[in-house]
Protein backbone atom coordinates (compact mmCIF):
# COMPACT_ATOMS: atom_id res chain seq x y z
CA UNK A 1 0.00 0.00 0.00
CA UNK A 2 0.58 3.55 -0.06
CA UNK A 3 3.19 5.25 2.42
CA UNK A 4 5.21 8.24 3.28
CA UNK A 5 8.58 8.41 5.50
CA UNK A 6 9.46 11.87 6.34
CA UNK A 7 12.54 12.61 8.99
CA UNK A 8 12.02 12.26 11.92
CA UNK A 9 11.87 15.21 14.51
CA UNK A 10 12.13 17.66 16.56
CA UNK A 11 13.96 19.72 14.25
CA UNK A 12 15.27 23.12 16.13
CA UNK A 13 16.67 25.74 14.02
CA UNK A 14 18.21 29.73 14.47
CA UNK A 15 16.43 32.24 12.66
CA UNK A 16 17.27 33.18 9.04
CA UNK A 17 18.92 29.23 8.94
CA UNK A 18 17.96 26.89 6.33
CA UNK A 19 15.69 24.47 6.43
CA UNK A 20 15.43 20.88 4.73
CA UNK A 21 12.68 18.11 5.72
CA UNK A 22 12.87 14.94 3.72
CA UNK A 23 9.93 12.95 2.29
CA UNK A 24 9.63 9.99 0.63
CA UNK A 25 6.94 7.88 -0.47
CA UNK A 26 5.91 4.69 -1.90
CA UNK A 27 2.73 4.83 -3.99
CA UNK A 28 0.91 2.43 -7.10
CA UNK A 29 0.85 4.95 -10.01
CA UNK A 30 1.22 8.69 -10.29
CA UNK A 31 0.57 10.41 -7.30
CA UNK A 32 -0.43 14.07 -6.19
CA UNK A 33 2.10 15.01 -2.82
CA UNK A 34 1.07 17.67 -0.68
CA UNK A 35 2.67 19.20 2.31
CA UNK A 36 0.40 20.62 5.06
CA UNK A 37 1.44 22.80 8.26
CA UNK A 38 0.17 22.43 11.63
CA UNK A 39 0.47 25.93 13.72
CA UNK A 40 -0.09 25.04 17.66
CA UNK A 41 -3.56 24.54 18.69
CA UNK A 42 -4.82 25.01 15.09
CA UNK A 43 -5.71 22.11 12.43
CA UNK A 44 -3.74 21.40 9.23
CA UNK A 45 -3.98 23.72 6.21
CA UNK A 46 -2.35 23.31 2.83
CA UNK A 47 1.37 24.48 2.15
CA UNK A 48 1.97 23.50 -1.30
CA UNK A 49 1.31 20.62 -3.95
CA UNK A 50 3.01 19.18 -6.75
CA UNK A 51 0.50 16.84 -9.01
CA UNK A 52 3.15 15.04 -11.44
CA UNK A 53 7.00 14.25 -12.07
CA UNK A 54 9.49 17.24 -11.83
CA UNK A 55 6.47 19.77 -10.58
CA UNK A 56 7.74 22.22 -8.16
CA UNK A 57 5.18 23.33 -5.03
CA UNK A 58 5.98 26.92 -3.71
CA UNK A 59 4.11 28.77 -1.25
CA UNK A 60 5.18 31.63 1.73
CA UNK A 61 9.45 30.44 1.01
CA UNK A 62 8.96 26.86 0.72
CA UNK A 63 9.70 25.09 -2.14
CA UNK A 64 9.21 21.31 -2.50
CA UNK A 65 10.05 19.30 -6.21
CA UNK A 66 8.26 16.15 -7.36
CA UNK A 67 11.12 13.43 -8.06
CA UNK A 68 9.95 10.81 -9.61
CA UNK A 69 13.00 9.07 -9.98
CA UNK A 70 13.81 9.09 -5.81
CA UNK A 71 10.48 8.66 -5.00
CA UNK A 72 11.16 12.11 -3.46
CA UNK A 73 9.42 15.44 -2.34
CA UNK A 74 11.79 17.29 0.27
CA UNK A 75 10.48 21.16 1.42
CA UNK A 76 13.28 23.63 1.47
CA UNK A 77 13.76 27.22 2.90
CA UNK A 78 16.58 29.33 2.88
CA UNK A 79 15.70 31.50 5.55
CA UNK A 80 13.25 30.41 8.32
CA UNK A 81 11.30 32.93 10.75
CA UNK A 82 10.01 32.09 14.35
CA UNK A 83 6.65 32.56 12.70
CA UNK A 84 7.72 29.19 10.56
CA UNK A 85 7.77 26.78 13.97
CA UNK A 86 4.78 24.01 13.33
CA UNK A 87 4.13 20.45 12.64
CA UNK A 88 4.88 20.02 9.21
CA UNK A 89 3.42 16.61 7.48
CA UNK A 90 3.91 14.81 3.93
CA UNK A 91 1.19 13.50 2.67
CA UNK A 92 0.31 12.19 -0.70
CA UNK A 93 -3.13 10.97 -2.62
CA UNK A 94 -2.95 8.03 -5.22
CA UNK A 95 -5.85 6.26 -5.53
CA UNK A 96 -9.60 6.64 -7.51
CA UNK A 97 -12.29 6.66 -4.98
CA UNK A 98 -11.95 8.14 -2.13
CA UNK A 99 -8.85 10.33 -2.81
CA UNK A 100 -7.88 9.91 0.78
CA UNK A 101 -4.20 11.40 1.89
CA UNK A 102 -2.08 9.24 3.50
CA UNK A 103 0.42 11.12 6.02
CA UNK A 104 3.69 11.08 7.09
CA UNK A 105 4.23 11.13 10.78
CA UNK A 106 5.43 14.71 10.68
CA UNK A 107 7.79 16.82 11.64
CA UNK A 108 7.85 19.50 14.10
CA UNK A 109 10.05 22.43 13.42
CA UNK A 110 11.37 25.25 16.37
CA UNK A 111 12.66 28.33 15.00
CA UNK A 112 14.73 30.33 17.92
CA UNK A 113 15.40 33.91 17.42
CA UNK B 1 -16.61 31.99 5.19
CA UNK B 2 -16.01 30.18 7.90
CA UNK B 3 -14.76 26.85 6.07
CA UNK B 4 -14.70 23.43 8.43
CA UNK B 5 -15.86 23.58 11.65
CA UNK B 6 -16.00 21.19 14.33
CA UNK B 7 -17.51 21.13 17.95
CA UNK B 8 -16.90 20.46 20.47
CA UNK B 9 -12.79 21.63 20.85
CA UNK B 10 -12.50 19.41 24.24
CA UNK B 11 -13.95 16.52 25.89
CA UNK B 12 -13.45 14.65 28.37
CA UNK B 13 -15.34 11.05 28.70
CA UNK B 14 -15.19 7.92 31.01
CA UNK B 15 -15.04 4.53 29.41
CA UNK B 16 -17.83 3.43 28.16
CA UNK B 17 -19.88 6.73 27.50
CA UNK B 18 -21.21 7.61 24.06
CA UNK B 19 -21.01 10.75 22.38
CA UNK B 20 -20.65 12.53 18.79
CA UNK B 21 -18.57 14.77 17.39
CA UNK B 22 -19.86 17.12 15.03
CA UNK B 23 -18.69 18.24 11.54
CA UNK B 24 -19.99 20.92 8.91
CA UNK B 25 -18.46 23.09 5.81
CA UNK B 26 -19.59 25.35 3.82
CA UNK B 27 -17.69 25.23 0.79
CA UNK B 28 -20.29 23.02 -1.03
CA UNK B 29 -17.71 19.65 -1.27
CA UNK B 30 -18.88 16.59 -1.59
CA UNK B 31 -16.17 14.42 -0.19
CA UNK B 32 -15.71 14.65 3.97
CA UNK B 33 -13.32 12.93 6.25
CA UNK B 34 -12.75 12.06 9.71
CA UNK B 35 -8.94 11.31 10.62
CA UNK B 36 -7.37 10.86 14.09
CA UNK B 37 -4.15 11.69 15.35
CA UNK B 38 -1.78 10.98 17.59
CA UNK B 39 1.72 11.38 18.52
CA UNK B 40 3.92 10.35 16.31
CA UNK B 41 1.48 8.86 14.12
CA UNK B 42 0.29 11.41 11.46
CA UNK B 43 -3.25 11.00 10.85
CA UNK B 44 -4.92 8.14 9.99
CA UNK B 45 -8.29 7.78 8.14
CA UNK B 46 -11.21 6.52 10.31
CA UNK B 47 -13.95 7.23 7.98
CA UNK B 48 -15.20 9.24 4.63
CA UNK B 49 -18.10 9.94 2.44
CA UNK B 50 -17.84 10.55 -1.04
CA UNK B 51 -21.22 11.97 -1.57
CA UNK B 52 -24.21 12.95 1.07
CA UNK B 53 -25.94 9.01 1.42
CA UNK B 54 -22.24 7.52 1.19
CA UNK B 55 -20.14 6.25 3.83
CA UNK B 56 -16.70 4.43 3.76
CA UNK B 57 -14.65 2.98 6.06
CA UNK B 58 -10.73 3.90 6.35
CA UNK B 59 -7.52 2.69 7.77
CA UNK B 60 -9.07 2.23 11.72
CA UNK B 61 -13.04 2.70 11.32
CA UNK B 62 -13.11 -0.11 14.90
CA UNK B 63 -15.22 1.40 17.49
CA UNK B 64 -16.90 4.26 14.93
CA UNK B 65 -19.80 4.59 13.45
CA UNK B 66 -20.50 8.00 10.70
CA UNK B 67 -23.39 9.73 9.57
CA UNK B 68 -23.35 11.09 6.47
CA UNK B 69 -26.46 13.82 7.31
CA UNK B 70 -26.73 16.22 4.41
CA UNK B 71 -23.95 17.50 1.95
CA UNK B 72 -22.39 19.95 4.79
CA UNK B 73 -22.35 17.90 7.92
CA UNK B 74 -20.70 14.22 9.13
CA UNK B 75 -20.84 13.36 12.33
CA UNK B 76 -18.23 11.03 13.99
CA UNK B 77 -20.13 8.79 16.82
CA UNK B 78 -18.49 7.14 19.62
CA UNK B 79 -21.07 4.53 20.95
CA UNK B 80 -18.99 2.92 23.60
CA UNK B 81 -15.82 4.87 24.43
CA UNK B 82 -12.06 3.08 25.61
CA UNK B 83 -9.19 4.60 26.39
CA UNK B 84 -7.57 3.73 23.44
CA UNK B 85 -9.66 6.20 21.57
CA UNK B 86 -8.10 9.51 23.39
CA UNK B 87 -6.94 11.25 20.61
CA UNK B 88 -7.53 14.61 18.59
CA UNK B 89 -10.02 14.06 16.15
CA UNK B 90 -10.19 16.52 12.49
CA UNK B 91 -13.21 16.35 9.83
CA UNK B 92 -12.11 17.25 6.23
CA UNK B 93 -13.60 18.35 3.08
CA UNK B 94 -12.46 17.94 -0.38
CA UNK B 95 -12.50 19.75 -3.43
CA UNK B 96 -13.85 17.47 -6.08
CA UNK B 97 -12.14 17.47 -9.18
CA UNK B 98 -9.58 14.26 -8.32
CA UNK B 99 -6.14 13.46 -6.84
CA UNK B 100 -4.66 16.46 -6.73
CA UNK B 101 -7.28 18.00 -5.00
CA UNK B 102 -6.74 20.12 -1.46
CA UNK B 103 -8.46 18.94 1.80
CA UNK B 104 -9.39 21.46 4.39
CA UNK B 105 -9.52 20.85 7.51
CA UNK B 106 -11.57 21.78 10.76
CA UNK B 107 -9.68 23.17 13.98
CA UNK B 108 -10.04 19.77 15.56
CA UNK B 109 -12.00 17.79 18.74
CA UNK B 110 -9.29 17.10 21.60
CA UNK B 111 -10.76 13.41 23.31
CA UNK B 112 -9.71 12.23 26.52
CA UNK B 113 -10.95 8.76 27.70
CA UNK B 114 -10.26 8.25 31.33
Known amino acids: GDSVTQMEGPVTLSEEACLTINCTYTATGYPSLFWYVQYPGEGLQLLLKATKADDKGSNKGFEATYRKETTSFHLEKGSVQVSDSAVYFCALSSGAGSYQLTFGKGTKLSVIP | NAGVTQTPKFQVLKTGQSMTLQCAQD?????MYWYRQDPGMGLRLIYYSASEGTTDKGEVPNGYNVSRLNKREFSLRLESAAPSQTSVYFC?????????????FGPGTRLTVL
Open chain 2, 92 to 104: ASREDRGRADTQY
Open chain 2, 27 to 31: MNHNS
